[in-house]
T-cell receptor
Framework: DGGITQSPKYLFRKEGQNVTLSCEQNLNHDAMYWYRQDPGQGLRLIYYSQIVNDFQKGDIAEGYSVSREKKESFPLTVTSAQKNPTAFYLC??????????FGSGTRLTVV | QKEVEQDPGPLSVPEGAIVSLNCTYSNSAFQYFMWYRQYSRKGPELLMYTYSSGNKEDGRFTAQVDKSSKYISLFIRDSQPSDSATYLCAMSRGGADGLTFGKGTHLIIQP
């Protein structure tokens, strides 16, 4: 089946640690996105990429970094500079202006 | 004024009722309008996708867009307990610069 695979499903981070969330797609879509979801906040855009080796900051990029070395992969690193990283992280892919397909999410918790 | 406003609910209705969910927005540049359904701890799934103003029907679901009023709606007929979820409206100006989401409405269908 075509879709978005996010891993891990649950992730725990210690203070001062960097962690990387994986996002892989087999939809052959050019554009990929990372969103953060907090209770009562809706989804907020962190980073997006329209083509390989190119990406742009979204509304809340501080404390995060991404790479897009392959069309299929768009990993997100949550750095120690992100002071409040506990949230539900969602990756999505889209072709042209059609609706976005989301992964099943990664729940990150700071311990 | 936030770009997209959506009542978070919860909205509780009896099984079989017609459900009306709504969003208002302020950015007149939005052209693409979507409704997503999100079950607890899952990624959002696309329900309806509409370009510009008008109505679109798909089974028990009808999406309406009124660009002159900057108002979009999702109607669910013959509601079922399995429709209980959070419904997110989303909109875009086009291109690949990401969606802007409402905060979501938590819907409960009582058996």
């Amino acid at each position: 089946d075509g879709g978005i695979t996010q891993s891990p499903k649950y992730l725990f981070r210690k203070e001062g640690q960097n962690v990387t969330l994986s996002c892989e797609q087999n939809l052959n879509h050019d554009a990929m996105y990372w969103y953060r979801q907090d209770p009562g906040q809706g989804l907020r855009l962190i980073y997006y990429s329209q083509i390989v080796n190119d990406f742009q900051k979204g509304d809340i990029a501080e404390g995060y970094s991404v790479s897009r070395e392959k069309k299929e992969s768009f990993p997100l690193t949550v750095t120690s500079a992100q002071k409040n990283p506990t949230a539900f992280y969602l990756c999505a892919a889209a072709a042209a202006d059609y609706g976005y397909t989301f992964g099943s999410g990664t729940r990150l918790t700071v311990v | 004024q936030k770009e997209v406003e959506q009542d978070p609910g919860p909205l509780s209705v009896p099984e079989g009722a017609i459900v009306s969910l709504n969003c208002t927005y302020s950015n007149s540049a939005f052209q693409y309008f979507m409704w997503y359904r999100q079950y607890s701890r899952k990624g959002p799934e696309l329900l309806m996708y509409t370009y510009s103003s008008g109505n679109k029907e798909d089974g028990r679901f009808t999406a309406q867009v009124d660009k002159s009023s900057k108002y979009i709606s999702l109607f669910i007929r013959d509601s079922q307990p399995s429709d209980s979820a959070t419904y997110l409206c989303a909109m875009s100006r086009g291109g690949a610069d990401g969606l802007t989401f409402g905060k979501g409405t938590h819907l409960i269908i009582q058996p």
